[in-house]
Protein backbone atom coordinates (compact mmCIF):
# COMPACT_ATOMS: atom_id res chain seq x y z
CA UNK A 1 0.00 0.00 0.00
CA UNK A 2 1.67 3.39 -0.90
CA UNK A 3 0.68 5.98 1.12
CA UNK A 4 0.74 9.92 0.91
CA UNK A 5 0.11 12.11 3.15
CA UNK A 6 0.38 16.23 2.00
CA UNK A 7 -1.06 19.67 3.45
CA UNK A 8 -1.89 22.98 1.60
CA UNK A 9 -0.81 25.98 3.46
CA UNK A 10 0.12 23.48 6.79
CA UNK A 11 3.16 21.59 7.33
CA UNK A 12 2.42 18.21 7.97
CA UNK A 13 4.10 17.64 11.37
CA UNK A 14 4.87 14.08 11.97
CA UNK A 15 2.53 13.60 15.62
CA UNK A 16 -0.01 14.71 12.59
CA UNK A 17 1.79 12.12 9.87
CA UNK A 18 1.24 9.63 12.82
CA UNK A 19 -2.38 10.45 13.77
CA UNK A 20 -3.59 9.75 10.18
CA UNK A 21 -1.63 6.29 9.66
CA UNK A 22 -2.89 5.16 12.78
CA UNK A 23 -6.59 6.33 12.12
CA UNK A 24 -6.08 4.50 8.82
CA UNK A 25 -5.09 1.10 9.99
CA UNK A 26 -9.01 1.11 11.29
CA UNK A 27 -9.43 0.69 7.33
CA UNK A 28 -7.00 -1.22 6.14
CA UNK A 29 -8.36 -4.19 8.54
CA UNK A 30 -11.58 -4.24 7.12
CA UNK A 31 -10.57 -4.12 3.66
CA UNK A 32 -6.95 -5.65 2.40
CA UNK A 33 -6.92 -4.85 -0.63
CA UNK A 34 -6.09 -1.39 -1.08
CA UNK A 35 -3.54 0.03 -3.86
CA UNK A 36 -2.78 3.43 -2.85
CA UNK A 37 -3.75 6.14 -0.30
CA UNK A 38 -3.66 9.99 -0.96
CA UNK A 39 -4.09 12.29 1.95
CA UNK A 40 -4.90 15.24 1.79
CA UNK A 41 -4.72 18.08 4.44
CA UNK A 42 -5.74 21.82 3.88
CA UNK A 43 -6.04 24.95 5.86
CA UNK A 44 -8.69 27.77 3.75
CA UNK A 45 -9.19 31.19 4.32
CA UNK A 46 -12.80 31.06 4.91
CA UNK A 47 -14.84 33.24 6.93
CA UNK A 48 -16.83 30.24 8.29
CA UNK A 49 -14.59 29.43 10.81
CA UNK A 50 -16.16 25.68 10.86
CA UNK A 51 -15.42 24.67 7.56
CA UNK A 52 -12.00 26.01 7.59
CA UNK A 53 -9.79 22.99 8.51
CA UNK A 54 -10.55 20.00 5.65
CA UNK A 55 -9.24 16.97 4.62
CA UNK A 56 -9.45 14.88 1.87
CA UNK A 57 -8.43 10.81 1.08
CA UNK A 58 -8.99 8.86 -1.84
CA UNK A 59 -8.06 5.25 -1.74
CA UNK A 60 -7.67 3.24 -4.64
CA UNK A 61 -8.83 -0.30 -4.73
CA UNK A 62 -9.18 -2.90 -6.90
CA UNK A 63 -11.55 -1.53 -9.63
CA UNK A 64 -12.67 1.39 -8.17
CA UNK A 65 -11.38 4.95 -6.18
CA UNK A 66 -13.09 5.74 -3.07
CA UNK A 67 -12.98 9.68 -2.17
CA UNK A 68 -14.21 11.21 0.98
CA UNK A 69 -13.64 14.61 2.46
CA UNK A 70 -14.64 16.72 5.71
CA UNK A 71 -14.42 19.80 6.60
CA UNK A 72 -14.40 21.47 10.73
CA UNK A 73 -13.17 23.78 12.74
CA UNK A 74 -10.33 21.68 14.38
CA UNK A 75 -7.87 19.38 12.14
CA UNK A 76 -8.03 16.30 14.25
CA UNK A 77 -12.09 16.24 14.31
CA UNK A 78 -11.99 16.60 10.88
CA UNK A 79 -9.78 13.83 10.50
CA UNK A 80 -11.98 11.03 13.06
CA UNK A 81 -15.22 12.43 11.01
CA UNK A 82 -13.27 11.66 7.73
CA UNK A 83 -12.05 8.24 9.05
CA UNK A 84 -15.71 7.19 9.97
CA UNK A 85 -17.13 8.43 6.72
CA UNK A 86 -14.34 6.00 4.91
CA UNK A 87 -14.92 3.62 6.67
CA UNK A 88 -18.64 2.99 5.99
CA UNK A 89 -17.78 3.56 2.29
CA UNK A 90 -15.30 0.71 2.55
CA UNK A 91 -17.56 -1.61 3.95
CA UNK A 92 -20.01 -0.93 1.87
CA UNK A 93 -17.24 -1.20 -1.51
CA UNK A 94 -16.23 -4.77 0.48
CA UNK A 95 -20.32 -5.58 0.71
CA UNK A 96 -21.12 -4.97 -2.84
CA UNK A 97 -18.13 -6.94 -4.01
CA UNK A 98 -19.26 -9.99 -2.44
CA UNK A 99 -22.49 -9.73 -3.17
CA UNK A 100 -22.18 -11.16 -5.98
CA UNK A 101 -21.46 -14.39 -5.75
CA UNK A 102 -24.55 -16.34 -5.69
CA UNK A 103 -25.63 -20.11 -6.65
CA UNK A 104 -26.01 -20.76 -10.39
CA UNK A 105 -29.56 -21.69 -11.37
CA UNK A 106 -28.15 -25.25 -12.42
CA UNK A 107 -27.61 -25.69 -9.16
CA UNK A 108 -30.74 -24.59 -7.63
CA UNK A 109 -33.01 -26.60 -10.54
CA UNK A 110 -31.20 -29.70 -9.16
CA UNK A 111 -31.35 -28.88 -5.21
CA UNK A 112 -35.03 -28.42 -5.91
CA UNK A 113 -35.46 -31.52 -7.18
CA UNK A 114 -33.68 -33.89 -4.59
Not at 2 to 29: C, F, M, Q, W
Not at 45 to 51: A, F, G, I, L, N
Amino acid sequence: MNLTISGHHLEVTPALREYVVTKLDRVTRHFDQVVDVNVLLTVEKQKEKERRQRAEVTVRVKGKDIFVEQANEDLYAAIDQLMDKLDRAVCRHKEMTQAHSHTPAKRLDIEAAS
